[in-house]
């Protein structure tokens, strides 16, 4: 479909890298996004190439990859996919070429999340490692995190750098790196967690500065290359247990600071975020998922007892304070600290944060950003490039539930609010198994069609049968079996006598 020059999301940019440039588009981009799409040891499989080719087949000018984790000792999510060998290079390209395919463009967002390993098989004492030692009881698993060595950290360096040499050689169009989530690098920026007492302490850009340097290094100047930066951390949300004591972190001055550096050392872009974890309140708008927090921490209670503990509380009337801190943030909620770094940096810039309606999309882009982000947005509606076009808003949006971001990491990744399917759990179902399942999903009748453009749509299949009394057939089958184990327990008891 051709773009609608009436609209500013639908135009087209070059953003300079070295002596060259990378067009895109439009400047749509879906966000970091992704789900349990490899091979345990980290092999892109097809359902990886197909996720990430249907937001390139409904128009988005451009994808960045989840976080593909640079070490090898660290894979977490578990199939997740990975970068740390060289073997991973040949499934990237082919999902890669899949995706450029439609004039878009692929960008792999690379990192490693330290000690906010989610999970694991087993729980390894590199999955403790951090910039110094401490306690976090909600994020990570291991009891305490540990201290990286000067060894470790010049390890970790060429860890990033011959993973960013793969993503070039895999045909990707830029790499970025991620410095937020509270990932390893945001773990030496944030003065909460970084106590150390070295030069690392003493400048704690300076672990990003060496990891710039060399990706740099390995990709060359003319190869796109953004940094994902936390522009506030509000490290005091949510409620959170931490030793040492710990306070806001950095604030939108010193990440501004850190911005200047950044394109001094020959960064192209900064894709602006907020908070420290994931998640937290000031990054991922909507509600707080307990139910699913809760299925996340009873999949990891094995790993320790810090995750034993946490997830016990999840079943007792503790579990609320879980949801102390977070507050459902306005839409666009870090677009004036996007816009800061924009004019203080003076490096293009990428906001992100629960855009979905034209207007909002417009504002942004209109004020001085250059491109705008999304993932659960296009998640619930793959189409909204299309929708966009023609209204200011889908008629079904995302909701901002949030369960996809913990469900995910645990199950298909897809959207989890059964509220946008009309209470139809089989719809729902349909929908999961076919995001990541069917190169050809979303067809139009797939899709939850949009009123705006419903007329140029292929006529929506029927909907399947609603389950209906669910809790009563659960209820009859429960009976059943109790009933049928009493009388096969008189049986076996008539047999004996």
Known sequence: MTANSNWQFDQPIDIPCGATTVHFKNRIIRSSLGGRMAYYDGTPNNAFKNFEYHFAKNGVGAIISATISVNPYRHSPLEYPQIDNKKFVGPFRDAVRAVQDFDCRYIMQIGDCGYHCQTSLFSNPSESESSSAGFDFLYGFRNFRTEMSKEDINQEIRYFGEAAARVREAGCDGLELTAAKGYLIHQFLNPVINRRRDEYGADPFLFLQKIVGKIRKEVGSDFLFGVRLSAQDYSNRPLNIRWPVGGFGNSLEETIAYGRRLKDLGVDFLHVTNGFGFLCPNDNPGEFPLEE????????????????????????????????????????????????????????????????????????????????????????????????????????????????????????????????????????????????????????????????????MVPAVSAVPRRRNNGLKTLAFGVGVAVGAIAASKLRRRGRR
């Open 293 to 456: 927090f809760a299925m996340f921490c009873d999949s990891t209670r094995h790993l320790s007892t810090k995750a034993a503990i946490r997830a016990t509380l999840m079943h007792t009337p503790f579990k609320y304070l879980a949801k102390v801190g977070w507050k459902k943030l306005p839409p666009a909620s870090k677009l004036s600290d996007a816009l800061a770094l924009k004019k203080e940096v003076g490096l293009p810039v990428i906001v992100n944060g629960g855009f979905q309606e034209r207007n909002l999309i417009e504002d942004a882009l209109t004020k001085g950003c250059d491109f705008v982000s999304m993932g659960r947005p296009l998640l619930a509606n793959p189409n909204l490039i299309q929708i966009l076009r023609h209204c200011d808003k889908p008629d079904n949006p995302c909701t901002f539930c949030n369960r996809c971001d913990l469900r995910t990491s645990l199950f298909p990744v897809g959207c989890y609010d059964v509220s946008r399917f009309g209470g139809d759990y089989e719809k729902m179902e349909h929908q999961i198994i076919a995001t990541s399942g069917n190169p050809n999903w979303p067809h139009p009748e797939e899709c939850v069609p949009d009123v705006c453009i419903r007329q140029a």
